[in-house]
């Protein structure tokens, strides 16, 4: 992933998510497309084919009519199994991060202090 790399970030705590883009935006690097619904980010992911998502587990806790994140990655990775995902939760359990792997999440990063330069060295990885 050489050059600018465009990252779609799906959360749909609105605070974490514009705090996780403003961060990344600071990477002259990064292209960042922000999103609220795994809804949205498929939709614009026709649009604009990203190198790299951070998506959030729990994609419903605020609408539970809308797609979780496990559902999302696996649209996300039936149509483009290629695409680097991250997969984002509070959520610290094993079982949790070893299922996200198995449906194809590259990574699993908790939702903690660290969890912003966790994500910038997994960025920094795929230089």
Request: overall charge negative.
């Given at each position: 992933?050489?050059?600018i790399k465009t990252i779609f970030v799906v959360d749909d705590?609105?605070?974490y998510l514009l705090m996780l883009k403003d961060h990344l935006d600071k990477n002259p690097a990064y292209k960042v497309h922000a999103f609220s619904t795994g809804e949205a980010c498929l939709d614009y992911l026709f649009d604009e084919k990203p190198d790299l998502i951070i998506l959030d587990y729990f994609l419903n806790d605020t609408n539970p009519?809308?797609?979780s994140?496990?559902?999302i990655l696996e649209k996300i990775k039936k149509v483009y199994p290629s695409i680097h995902v991250i997969m984002l939760s509070s959520q610290g359990k094993y079982g949790v991060a070893a299922s996200t792997i198995a449906k194809g999440a590259r990574h699993y990063v908790v939702k903690d202090n660290d969890s912003f330069r966790k994500i910038t060295a997994i960025l920094e990885s795929y230089s």
């Open positions: 992933m050489a050059g705590d609105d605070f009519t809308a797609a994140g496990m559902v």
